[in-house]
T-cell receptor, first 114, second 114 residues
Framework: AQKITQTQPGMFVQEKEAVTLDCTYDTSDQSYGLFWYKQPSSGEMIFLIYQGSYDEQNATEGRYSLNFQKARKSANLVISASQLGDSAMYFCAMREGPFYQFYFGTGTSLTVIP | EAGVVQSPRYKIIEKKQPVAFWCNPISGHNTLYWYLQNLGQGPELLIRYENEEAVDDSQLPKDRFSAERLKGVDSTLKIQPAELGDSAVYLC????????????FGPGTRLTVL
């Protein structure tokens, strides 16, 4: 089974609108971490936001927020007030296990339309 | 603060040739990761170092891939001999420790095997 599933290969959003990128995960661990990364066309992965499995509140970082629904094993990224510079690939990732293994999803390509 | 440095940025070789990639992590970062990213996919962990010790190399194809991190600072990933299927982007990342939330990624090396 896939550890991280991102079901949206591509998404479009109007500039200044909000967009939600979906992510579901699979783990039997109680302690794990969830991450979102942005990868522009330049190729470098940029860390956006982190949610720990024991964190009760949803993580927020500026225009980014993580909608964490533990029972449903989902960790959706919400980008508010989209900007043209947000156009990129977005990857959801999970860290689990005693050896801190890291797993990435297949990514969602976001295009912000002026 | 300098980021993660990787070289070369691009490499084109013929199959069966050897190739090496170099990574210099952020100063003070104990943990170093090598990832492979195929086109349209998320990164897949190849090996993780804690200082100079390889603590997770379960996904490294050891028949042709090798890595080292002498003195626990910079690292080299080698492929010998390269195969057509090795064409991908090889990403290096570092973090203060494995338990640290954020990994900082380098720009990657794009390998093309002809």
């Amino acid at each position: 089974a896939q550890k991280i599933t991102q079901t949206q290969p591509g998404m479009f959003v109007q500039e200044k609108e909000a967009v939600t990128l979906d992510c579901t995960y699979d783990t039997s661990d109680q302690s794990y971490g969830l991450f979102w990364y942005k990868q522009p066309s330049s190729g470098e992965m940029i860390f956006l936001i982190y949610q720990g499995s024991y964190d009760e509140q949803n993580a927020t970082e500026g225009r980014y927020s993580l909608n964490f629904q533990k029972a449903r094993k989902s960790a959706n990224l919400v980008i508010s007030a989209s900007q043209l510079g947000d156009s990129a690939m977005y990857f959801c990732a999970m860290r689990e296990g005693p050896f801190y293994q890291f797993y990435f999803g297949t990514g969602t390509s976001l295009t912000v339309i002026p | 603060e300098a980021g993660v440095v990787q070289s070369p940025r691009y490499k084109i070789i013929e199959k069966k040739q050897p190739v090496a990639f170099w990574c210099n992590p952020i100063s003070g970062h104990n943990t170093l990761y090598w990832y492979l990213q195929n086109l349209g996919q998320g990164p897949e962990l190849l090996i993780r170092y804690e200082n100079e010790e390889a603590v997770d190399d379960s996904q490294l194809p050891k028949d042709r891939f090798s890595a080292e991190r002498l003195k626990g600072v910079d690292s080299t990933l080698k492929i010998q001999p390269a195969e057509l299927g090795d064409s991908a982007v090889y990403l290096c990342a570092s973090s203060l420790q494995s338990t640290y939330n954020e990994q900082f990624f380098g720009p990657g090396t794009r390998l093309t095997v002809l």
